[in-house]
Each structure stands twice: as C-alpha cells, then as structure tokens.
C-alpha cells in the first residue's frame, strides 16, 4: 500500500440488532446504506426458500443468517483478518485462508458470498472452490460491489462488470446476473459518503469548516437519498452505472 494512503473511515460492520431500539437501527441503516439495502433486498426472498446447508464464506459479523429459515444448518467462514475490519470475534466462525474452504466435495446445499470476492487475492479460486463443496442443484448466491470507495484497505483487490463475472461463473448453470441499483442510487451514495468524510477530518481543527461544507451539503444528500428510494421502487434510473452486482448461480 502507498505510504501515502489513508482509509479515512473504515466501514461501519454490518451487524443485525434485536429488541426494539435494534429493529430501529436496522431501519436507519438499511435507509442510509444504499449498498446494505440493495444486498438485504436480493438476498432476503432468496434465503428464505434456503433448505438444507449453507456456508456463508466470508461472514464477518453473519448479518444475514436472521434471513435464513430456521431449520437451515448455517456455517459461517472468514479469514482472521476480519478481526482487523472491526468485525467482532465469534466462537462459531471457522477460519481460511481466503482460497481454500475447508469442506468436503458437495458437503453443502447452498453457498452465500456476500461483498467479499473484490478482497480475494485469487477470486476464481475462492468461486471455484464454492462450486466445489455445492452439491449439485445448489445454489450459489453472490454479491459484489461495483461504485464503491476503497475499503478495508490493503485488502482491497477488484472490481467486476457483469460480463467478467459471467465469465468466473461459467461452471455453473442458470447464472442469473443483476444490477444494485443505478446511476441515481450512486449519487445518493457518493454524497452521503463525502458528507461522512467531512464530518471526520484527518485533523481535528478542520471539523470546524468541514462541519458548514457538511451542513451545506446535507439537504442535497437527503434530497439525492429520497430520489434513490424512489428510484428501487419505480425503475428509474441507468443499470450501467450501478452500486454493485448480485450473482445466483445453480450447480448443475
């Protein structure tokens, strides 16, 4: 990594809360993180007709297993890094290496790979190996993102258009490719991460005109963010410009 770079603001672990404040953060969350809601908005019809096994690679902090029915047997799996990330430790995660998943050949009925591909070093490995422990008919279901900032830096490796990962995807059947969003959702994004930084200056002193360009901005970014929501909900918008990928892959 460049001596001279800096990851300004890591990004804030996807965790699911209980109770009722818990329920309110989610909502906060999910409408704020445009990334998250789009990912939450794939995933959740998908895993809740999951049956059988499933291996979340890359768990980090397991946010959407609450997604999953419960008599669905959940393994989640991430590298030790992942502590570094401010993932919180779970006695339950099992460790690997970032390549090689430590599970027999077709020990699985489905896999979940959720933002984790553009930080493998080798990303047709780590897909090839989730084909690997698929029993056939299971079902592969991926994200990845695409306008995103650089995070979790230096582990930070890739970005994909949907015709590269049609192309890692081949050894499956029925690959179904979709946008995140759109050119509207990634504006939204962008100025709600720009408002983010300059609300956390690399020195402290500059808060104080950072904090009036935050405050200027700030109607714009809620304005940009209403016009987002509204545009997952009526179609507006372009596809080729979008927050990210999701991927559902069957093994034949």
């Given at each position: 990594?460049?001596?001279?770079?800096?990851?300004?603001?890591?990004?804030?672990?996807?965790?699911?809360?209980?109770?009722?404040f818990?329920?309110?953060?989610?909502?906060?969350?999910?409408?704020?993180?445009?990334?998250?809601?789009?990912?939450?908005?794939?995933?959740?019809?998908?895993?809740?007709?999951?049956?059988g096994?499933?291996?979340?690679?890359?768990?980090?902090?397991?946010?959407?297993?609450?997604?999953?029915?419960?008599?669905?047997?959940?393994?989640?799996?991430?590298?030790?890094?992942?502590?570094?990330?401010?993932?919180?430790?779970?006695?339950?995660?099992?460790?690997?290496?970032?390549?090689?998943?430590?599970?027999?050949?077709?020990?699985h009925?489905?896999?979940?790979?959720?933002?984790?591909?553009?930080?493998?070093?080798?990303p047709?490995?780590?897909?090839?190996e989730?084909?690997?422990?698929?029993?056939?008919?299971?079902?592969?279901?991926?994200?990845?993102?695409?306008?995103?900032?650089?995070h979790?830096?230096?582990?930070?490796?890739?970005?994909f258009?949907?015709?590269?990962?049609?192309?890692?995807?081949?050894?499956?059947?029925?690959?179904?490719?979709?946008?995140?969003?759109?050119?509207?959702?990634?504006?939204?994004?962008k100025?709600?991460?720009?408002?983010?930084?300059?609300?956390?200056?690399?020195?402290?002193?500059?808060?104080?005109?950072?904090?009036?360009?935050a405050?200027?901005?700030?109607?714009?970014?809620?304005?940009?963010?209403?016009?987002?929501?509204?545009?997952?909900?009526?179609?507006?918008?372009?596809?080729?410009?979008?927050?990210g990928?999701?991927v559902?892959?069957?093994?034949?």
């Amino acid at each position: 990594m460049p001596a001279d770079f800096v990851e300004q603001f890591k990004p804030i672990p996807v965790r699911r809360h209980d109770g009722l404040f818990g329920r309110l953060l989610n909502a906060i969350r999910l409408t704020v993180d445009l990334q998250l809601l789009t990912c939450t908005r794939f995933l959740k019809p998908r895993l809740a007709r999951t049956s059988g096994a499933l291996l979340d690679v890359g768990c980090g902090e397991m946010p959407f297993r609450s997604l999953l029915p419960t008599s669905v047997r959940y393994t989640g799996i991430d590298v030790p890094e992942a502590m570094s990330f401010g993932m919180d430790e779970h006695d339950d995660i099992v460790t690997f290496d970032g390549a090689n998943i430590p599970f027999p050949d077709a020990s699985h009925d489905a896999v979940l790979c959720t933002e984790v591909l553009e930080h493998a070093v080798d990303p047709l490995k780590l897909i090839q190996e989730m084909h690997r422990v698929l029993r056939p008919g299971g079902v592969c279901l991926v994200t990845v993102p695409f306008a995103a900032r650089v995070h979790h830096a230096p582990y930070d490796f890739h970005r994909f258009t949907r015709f590269r990962l049609a192309a890692m995807f081949s050894a499956f059947n029925d690959v179904e490719i979709i946008e995140r969003g759109n050119d509207i959702t990634v504006i939204a994004n962008k100025l709600i991460v720009l408002c983010a930084r300059l609300l956390q200056p690399k020195q402290g002193w500059a808060l104080l005109y950072n904090g009036v360009f935050a405050l200027l901005l700030a109607p714009f970014a809620v304005f940009a963010l209403a016009c987002a929501h509204l545009s997952l909900v009526f179609g507006w918008g372009s596809k080729n410009d979008p927050l990210g990928y999701a991927v559902t892959a069957r093994k034949a």
